[in-house]
């Protein structure tokens, strides 16, 4: 899947894309001296994951995801110790615990338990679509923003009969191994923030002639993708 976003970029997914040019720089600097055999490139490379750490505290920094940059910083720290010996297993060798989620995830739809739920109101409430697809049609007419989970499934997002009042809306993404496909009036402003992780973030959506109603889309997509498409929408 590709990744494309609006020209206009948010100050935080600058510094994300500074850190990674510097990484990518700093590595081919690296293999070049250790094939000059100036120096052996990997006690150096052993550090890559602080790069996980840096993006991690970008993102806390600039109030992103929180979610997503404390598991970036987790799983850095922990990938550093490994590298350098603190701790004998890696990260990656708790993927199982992936295959016991899963599990669990039709255990409980066999038993009648539906994982979709919603908590709390405005932007702090969670959608998750695990195992299934949700479909929802928001019409608030004060949009604030929601977040958004699709683990292994995916949520259908319908703003189209949505209004933002006040300020902009902020919505929350976070797809693993699923999507999120978010429907938006045409006049509303797009700001992207959605960071791919072998997967694809796209936005298909026109820039807005003028600053009006802003609706930022903040989180991850691993191994999924998180799509935002124009649909007609109300007009004022």
Same mark, same amino acid.
């Given at each position: &899947?590709?990744?494309?976003? #609006?020209?206009? $970029?948010?100050?935080?997914?600058?510094?994300?894309?500074?850190? @990674?040019?510097?990484?990518?720089?700093?590595?081919?600097?690296?293999?070049?001296?250790?094939?000059?055999? %100036?120096?052996?490139?990997? $006690?150096?490379?052993?550090?890559?994951?602080?790069?996980?750490?840096?993006?991690? *505290?970008?993102?806390?920094?600039?109030?992103?995801?929180? #979610?997503?940059?404390?598991?970036?910083? *987790?799983?850095?720290?922990?990938?550093?110790?490994?590298?350098? =010996?603190?701790?004998?297993?890696?990260?990656?060798?708790?993927?199982?615990?992936?295959?016991?989620? *899963?599990?669990? =995830?039709?255990?409980?739809?066999?038993?009648?338990?539906?994982?979709?739920?919603?908590? =709390?109101?405005?932007?702090?409430?969670?959608?998750?679509?695990?195992?299934? %697809?949700?479909?929802?049609?928001?019409?608030?007419?004060?949009?604030?923003?929601?977040?958004?989970?699709?683990?292994?499934?995916?949520?259908? #997002?319908?703003?189209?009969?949505?209004?933002?009042?006040?300020?902009?809306?902020?919505?929350?993404?976070?797809?693993?191994?699923?999507?999120?496909?978010?429907?938006?009036?045409?006049?509303?402003? @797009?700001?992207?923030?959605?960071?791919? %992780?072998?997967?694809?973030?796209? *936005?298909? %959506?026109?820039?807005?002639?003028?600053?009006?109603? $802003?609706? #930022?889309?903040?989180?991850?997509?691993? &191994?999924?993708?998180?799509?935002?498409?124009?649909?007609?929408?109300?007009?004022?």
């Amino acid at each position: &899947m590709e990744s494309r976003a #609006i020209d206009s $970029q948010p100050p935080v997914q600058g510094g994300i894309r500074l850190l @990674i040019g510097v990484f990518i720089t700093a590595v081919g600097i690296l293999l070049s001296l250790d094939n000059l055999d %100036v120096l052996d490139a990997d $006690q150096y490379l052993a550090w890559w994951p602080l790069l996980l750490i840096a993006i991690g *505290v970008v993102k806390l920094v600039n109030d992103g995801n929180r #979610i997503l940059a404390v598991a970036l910083i *987790v799983a850095g720290s922990w990938i550093t110790a490994y590298n350098l =010996g603190y701790v004998r297993f890696t990260i990656f060798d708790l993927w199982p615990l992936i295959l016991i989620g *899963v599990g669990l =995830g039709f255990v409980a739809r066999a038993v009648g338990w539906k994982p979709e739920v919603n908590i =709390g109101s405005g932007s702090s409430s969670t959608t998750w679509g695990i195992l299934s %697809v949700r479909k929802i049609r928001e019409t608030s007419r004060d949009f604030s923003g929601r977040r958004y989970v699709a683990f292994m499934g995916g949520c259908e #997002i319908d703003l189209t009969d949505a209004d933002i009042a006040t300020g902009p809306a902020t919505i929350e993404t976070i797809a693993v191994w699923g999507g999120i496909e978010i429907l938006v009036p045409y006049e509303w402003e @797009i700001v992207g923030e959605v960071v791919p %992780v072998m997967g694809g973030f796209e *936005v298909k %959506v026109r820039p807005a002639a003028s600053k009006g109603k $802003q609706l #930022i889309v903040r989180g991850a997509a691993i &191994m999924g993708g998180v799509d935002i498409k124009a649909a007609p929408g109300r007009v004022s």
